[in-house]
């Protein structure tokens, strides 16, 4: 964040959430959940360029750090992602709420901002989606 701010370069914040990942753990088992999570990474991973970093923040969710794209590039690759994940993996989706870093931002009202955009993003697509 430092080097970015000092070098003006954009720097992007992927939240991702892997959705249903209780129901994968409860109907198939926790062996389950794990390959699907190192499946969904390895899918991400492929996405991303060799100098961008994914990290796991908690159980389902994982963080995505992109120097020098915009919000929308980083959108674009995880339009790519969802695509794969249906084609290899058969699972719907991840969540995704992205925030680009500010001047004032600190680690945590950077992420808080992504994570607060994936949540709405996740509402409004069940908004639309057909119970």
Not at 19 to 33: E, I, R, T, Y
Not at 46 to 51: E, N, T
Request: glycine share 4%; aromatic share 6%.
């Amino acid at each position: 964040m430092e080097q970015a701010l000092r070098m003006e370069h954009q720097l992007t914040v992927a939240f991702v959430d892997v959705d249903h990942l209780k129901v994968v753990n409860d109907s198939h088992g926790h062996a389950a959940g794990d390959q699907l999570l190192v499946k969904v990474v390895r899918i991400i991973r492929s996405k991303m360029r060799p100098s961008d970093l994914i990290v796991r923040y908690g159980g389902d969710e994982f963080v995505c750090v992109f120097n020098m794209l915009d919000p929308a590039e980083v959108a674009a690759r995880f339009e790519l992602v969802h695509s794969e994940l249906i084609d290899e993996l058969d699972h719907p989706s991840v969540s995704v709420g992205f925030a680009a870093l500010l001047p004032d931002d600190t680690v945590t009202t950077l992420l808080s901002r992504a994570d607060q955009m994936l949540y709405r993003r996740r509402e409004r697509r069940r908004d639309v989606s057909p119970e």
